[in-house]
C-alpha cells in the first residue's frame, strides 16, 4: 500500500502561483511515476503532469509553459509549481503514484482543491 498526502492548495488570484506538493510514503518503488490530475465539476479528471523517477516528463499540451513538475526521490516527494494561473484552472487537484513507468498509477491522493479568483 501506498499512501499519498496533498498540501499546497488554496485560493489565489488570476495571474498568481501555487505549489502542490505530495508526499509518499508506504510500499514505494524505487522505480516509480508520481504525477498530478484535476477534476473539476462536471468533467472527468485529467492529467495533469506526470514524472518518472528518472525524471522523464509528461505534460498536458494545454499547460505546458505554466505548470511545471519536479520531485525530489530522497523524499518520496513530488511538486507541481503553477505559474500564470487562470480561473479556469480552478479544481481538485490530485497526486497519483504508480509502480514502474506507466503515467497513470493505481494510488491516489485525498485531493486539494485549487481556486483562482478572476
Known amino acids: 500500500q501506498v499512501q499519498l498526502v496533498e498540501s499546497g492548495g488554496g485560493l489565489v488570484q488570476a495571474g498568481g502561483s501555487l505549489r502542490l506538493s505530495c508526499a509518499a510514503s508506504?510500499?514505494?518503488?524505487?522505480?516509480?511515476?508520481m504525477g498530478w490530475y484535476r477534476r473539476t465539476p462536471g468533467k472527468q479528471r485529467e492529467l495533469v503532469a506526470a514524472i518518472t523517477s528518472g525524471g522523464s516528463t509528461n505534460y498536458a499540451d494545454s499547460l505546458k509553459g505554466r505548470f511545471t513538475i519536479s520531485r525530489d526521490n530522497a523524499k518520496n516527494t513530488v511538486y507541481l509549481q503553477m505559474n500564470s494561473l487562470k480561473p479556469e484552472d480552478t479544481a481538485v487537484y490530485y497526486c497519483?503514484?504508480?509502480?514502474?513507468?506507466?503515467?497513470?498509477?493505481?494510488?491516489w491522493g485525498q485531493g486539494t482543491q485549487v481556486t483562482v479568483s478572476s
Open positions: 508506504g510500499s514505494i518503488f524505487s522505480i516509480n511515476v
Open positions: 497519483n503514484w504508480g509502480a514502474g513507468s506507466s503515467w497513470l498509477g493505481a494510488y
